[in-house]
Structures are given as C-alpha cells and as structure tokens.
C-alpha cells in the first residue's frame, strides 16, 4: 500500500537535509475565514470504495465524504499520537549517560546493603 505524503499550505523553506515536522491535527484544522471543507479528487482501492458504497447504502444520512472525512480524522489523530509517543520514549545521549551513571550507583550501592 502507498503511504501519502501531506505537504503543509505556505510551509517555511527548510534548510536542505532537514525534514517538515509533523501537522498536527490542530494545526490543520482551518480557522473561521476559510471553509472548512475542501474537494478532493483522489484514487482509492475498489474493493474498499466498495465497503464505502455498501456502508453508506446501509446508513440512511450518511455519504462517502463523511466516511472518508472521519478515516481521515482517526488517521490525523494517530499519526500525531506516533509522534507524540516518539518525541517521549527517545532519550537523549545525556539522559542514557545519567541513567547508566545512577546504574553505578545502585550496583555500588547494593554491595553494602547485601
């Protein structure tokens, strides 16, 4: 499967090398000044379109746009959840030096106790 790739409106240059942070999911989201919908034209996979087509056959009041704005909604949101996680569960080169440096510390200080 193709993994899209989203480029910001009126993103800042970067300097070469370096990669666009993330949207977030707030930042996305438009202010009052602007519709907030938008058309796309996009080319999806036809046995999914196809569970699309049957769902919303199902669900009076329901309509492909819907559909494809609430998976785009849980996708945005997760994706900001990854990087939240990734921005937490990496230590920095002076976090793992302190970390090990308190390790000595236990080891030394366990030889006394025990």
């Given at each position: 499967m193709k993994k899209a790739k989203i480029a910001a409106k009126a993103a800042p240059a970067l300097r070469p090398g370096?990669?666009?942070?993330?949207?977030?999911?707030?930042?996305a989201v438009q202010g009052p000044e602007e519709p907030?919908?938008?058309?796309?034209?996009?080319t999806v996979d036809r046995g999914l379109l196809s569970l699309?087509?049957?769902?919303v056959q199902a669900h009076?009041?329901?309509?492909?746009?819907?559909i494809f704005d609430e998976a785009l909604e849980m996708w945005a949101k997760e994706t900001q959840k990854q990087a939240d996680l990734g921005c937490y569960s990496q230590e920095s080169p002076e976090q793992t030096t302190e970390e090990a440096a308190w390790s000595a510390i236990q080891m030394e200080a366990a030889k006394y106790i025990w």
């Open positions: 370096r990669e666009p942070s993330p949207l977030s999911y707030e930042d907030r919908m938008t058309k796309v034209s996009v699309v087509d049957h769902y009076s009041g329901v309509n492909r746009s819907e």
